[in-house]
T-cell receptor
Framework: DAKTTQPPSMDCAEGRAANLPCNHSTISGNEYVYWYRQIHSQGPQYIIHGLKNNETNEMASLIITEDRKSSTLILPHATLRDTAVYYCIALRSGGGADGLTFGKGTHLIIQP | GAVVSQHPSRVICKSGTSVKIECRSLDFQATTMFWYRQFPKQSLMLMATSNEGSKATYEQGVEKDKFLINHASLTLSTLTVTSAHPEDSSFYIC?????????????FGEGSRLTVL
């Protein structure tokens, strides 16, 4: 699976949009981009995933660049409960037998 | 979304004893479950892949005789830490993938915090 690079930490004001970047310049054509987050002392929580097109669900939006070398996770109206470590992971299609490889992620801190 | 439950959420044991952690998929069947370990201020590290009805596959550096994994049914996998020592104190997290899902979404349990005295 392709290596991903994320900033170690970010701050965002409550109520503002939080934009978390991820670089995956070596991603291959059959690798999806997944985002998970981990709130302190809890198991990771799935947020969203995508292949080529931008995706949106009730939690967030995922913007993938046309060359697929980077992506941005957008939390449209951040709340204090969004403070967590966010992980960007590349996983190949059909990787049903593969565990996820977690990097260090981005520690997002929402400021009141 | 799918639910994965772990038990116990916290356990304290004496050095030299064994501890069993259960991981259940509550509303789906999971052919494959994964066990992770997380030390303080570090990321999750994959320990092993648990396959229903067969032997687990361990990552490099993980002792299979120390971390016994059993996946006897499509909804239950167990991790037993044998002869636990203080350095085994960690946050253990399981995850499972629904057999019908092919795009890789994993659901995670709440985690089990092990403290070995």
């Amino acid at each position: 699976d392709a290596k991903t690079t994320q900033p170690p930490s970010m701050d965002c004001a409550e109520g503002r949009a939080a934009n978390l970047p991820c670089n995956h310049s070596t991603i291959s054509g059959n690798e999806y981009v997944y985002w998970y987050r981990q709130i302190h002392s809890q198991g990771p929580q799935y947020i969203i995933h995508g292949l080529k097109n931008n995706e949106t669900n009730e939690m967030a939006s995922l913007i993938i660049t046309e060359d697929r070398k980077s992506s941005t996770l957008i939390l449209p109206h951040a709340t204090l409960r969004d403070t967590a470590v966010y992980y960007c992971i590349a996983l190949r299609s059909g990787g049903g037998a593969d565990g996820l490889t977690f990097g260090k992620g981005t520690h997002l801190i929402i400021q009141p | 979304g799918a639910v994965v439950s772990q038990h116990p959420s916290r356990v304290i044991c004496k050095s030299g004893t064994s501890v069993k952690i259960e991981c259940r998929s509550l509303d789906f069947q999971a052919t494959t479950m994964f066990w992770y370990r997380q030390f303080p201020k570090q990321s999750l590290m994959l320990m092993a892949t648990s396959n229903e009805g067969s032997k687990a596959t361990y990552e490099q550096g993980v002792e299979k005789d120390k971390f016994l994994i059993n996946h006897a049914s499509l909804t239950l996998s167990t991790l037993t830490v044998t002869s636990a020592h203080p350095e085994d104190s960690s946050f253990y997290i399981c995850s499972a993938r629904a057999t019908s899902v092919i795009t890789g979404e994993l659901f995670f349990g709440e985690g089990s915090r092990l403290t070995v005295l």
